[in-house]
């Protein structure tokens, strides 16, 4: 998950909603492990948050097979765990 919010306010609330869901590898790229309920909730939750179009969010699923192709330099390990991983 990727964002660009504009108001500090709820740029705050959303790394907030996505600390609980997942990892921050980035100041705003988090990658999250998420069964397919989770990823629902999370995407229910973040809509309460941000403004459109005055906001950006990008999720990213990617599968078991693209997982293994990332390449990580330097910073954190890359979060690994059967199910769907959104970054």
């Not at 397919?36 to 309460?48: A, C, I, N, T």
């Not at 906001?55 to 765990?81: A, C």
Request: aromatic residues 8%; hydrophobic residues 40%.
């Amino acid at each position: 998950m990727a964002y660009d919010i504009s108001c500090q306010k709820r740029r705050t609330k959303v790394a907030n909603v996505l600390c609980a869901y997942g990892q921050r590898v980035q100041y705003s790229v988090f990658e999250c492990v998420l069964s397919p309920l989770e990823f629902r909730e999370l995407k229910v939750r973040l809509g309460k948050v941000v403004k459109l179009p005055e906001d950006s969010l990008r999720m990213y699923p990617m599968s078991g097979h693209t997982v293994r192709q990332v390449e990580v330099w330097g910073g954190l390990p890359l979060t690994e765990r059967q199910g769907s991983i959104v970054v």
